[in-house]
C-alpha cells in the first residue's frame, strides 16, 4: 500500500492475505496514473485507493489481476469531478487552475505533500500545476516541471505570458516551489498576479513577487511546451 497513486510514493502498510478479514478490501475510487504495473501478463495503469483494511492506494493489478480497472469502482473519485483534460490554450490551464479555488464544497482545496485530491492529483504546487497542464497523474515533482524539456522551457521574465510558471526547483521539497503566472499588476512588471497551492493555506490567487528584482531570485520563468509558442 503506497501514500499516493504513485508505485514510487510512501509504503503506509501492508495487505496480509493470511490474516483474518485482510483479503476483504474497500476501495472507494481509482486513478489512473499513466504508469504500468505488470504482474505475470496482467498489467494495469490504474491503482484504487482502499479505505480498509488499510488505507492507502494498491496497484489494481495486486486486487484483481485479470482486470486492468476495478470494476464498479469510480475513477479519479466520481462525483462529477473528472480528471483534467490537456488542453493547448494558456486560458484553458488558468481556467483548471482556478477549478481549485472552490473545490472543497465552495473553499480551497487544502495543502499536503503526502494527500492527493479527488481528480487524483498531489495537493502540494506541484501537483497543482501537472493538474492545470493536465499531466498524468498525481503530478510530477517541481524539479521535474524546471527541468523536463517535453514540459518546461526556460523563458525570460521580460516573455511572461498567462499560463507560464516560475518555479524554485533549487533545494530541498521545503523549499521548492512552483506558481502560475496570470498577469502583470501594473506597467512597471513590479509584481504579478498568480494561482498557487501553498502550504499552511491551499489554493491561493494572489499577488506575488517570486523571481523579479527584490524578490526572491531562486524562481526562475518557464513556458510550458505545450503551448506551441
Same mark, same amino acid.
Request: proline fraction near 7%; hydrophobic fraction near 30%; charged fraction near 20%.
Given at each position: 500500500?503506497?501514500? %499516493? ?27 489512473? %496514473? ?11 495503469? *490504474?491503482?484504487? &485507493?482502499? @479505505? ?12 484483481? @489481476? ?32 482556478? %477549478?481549485?479555488? #472552490? ?48 514540459? %518546461? ?21 521545503? #523549499? ?28 491561493? &490567487? ?12 531562486? *524562481? ?10
Amino acid at each position: 500500500m503506497h501514500a %499516493t497513486a504513485d508505485t514510487g510514493s510512501p509504503a503506509v502498510g501492508m495487505i496480509n492475505k493470511t490474516a483474518p478479514g485482510q483479503d476483504r478490501i474497500t476501495a472507494d475510487y481509482q486513478v489512473d %496514473t499513466g504508469r504500468k504495473v505488470c504482474e505475470g501478463s496482467s498489467c494495469s495503469t *490504474f491503482m484504487a &485507493h482502499l @479505505t480498509g483494511p488499510v488505507s492507502g492506494f494498491l496497484s489494481v493489478v495486486a486486487v484483481d @489481476t485479470p482486470q486492468d480497472r476495478l470494476l464498479g469502482v469510480p475513477v479519479q473519485g466520481g462525483g462529477g469531478q473528472p480528471q483534467p483534460q490537456p488542453g493547448g490554450s494558456h486560458a484553458e490551464m488558468l481556467n483548471r487552475a482556478a %477549478t481549485w479555488l #472552490t473545490a472543497n464544497n465552495g473553499a480551497q482545496v487544502p495543502y499536503s505533500q503526502a494527500k492527493v485530491w479527488k481528480d487524483g492529483y498531489r495537493q502540494d504546487c506541484s501537483g497543482y500545476v501537472s493538474m492545470a497542464l493536465g499531466l498524468p497523474t498525481p503530478g510530477t515533482n517541481t524539479v521535474g516541471l524546471a527541468t523536463d524539456r517535453g514540459i %518546461t522551457r526556460p523563458i525570460s521574465l521580460g516573455e511572461l505570458k498567462p499560463g507560464d510558471l516560475l518555479i524554485d526547483a533549487s533545494g530541498d521539497n521545503n #523549499t521548492r516551489h512552483a506558481v502560475i503566472f496570470e498577469k502583470w499588476n501594473n506597467d512597471a512588471h513590479s509584481s504579478y498576479t498568480a494561482y498557487e497551492q501553498r502550504g499552511d493555506h491551499g489554493t491561493d &490567487h494572489r499577488t506575488l513577487a517570486y523571481g523579479l528584482p527584490g524578490g526572491d531570485a531562486e *524562481f526562475k520563468p518557464y513556458r510550458p511546451v505545450k503551448f506551441g509558442d
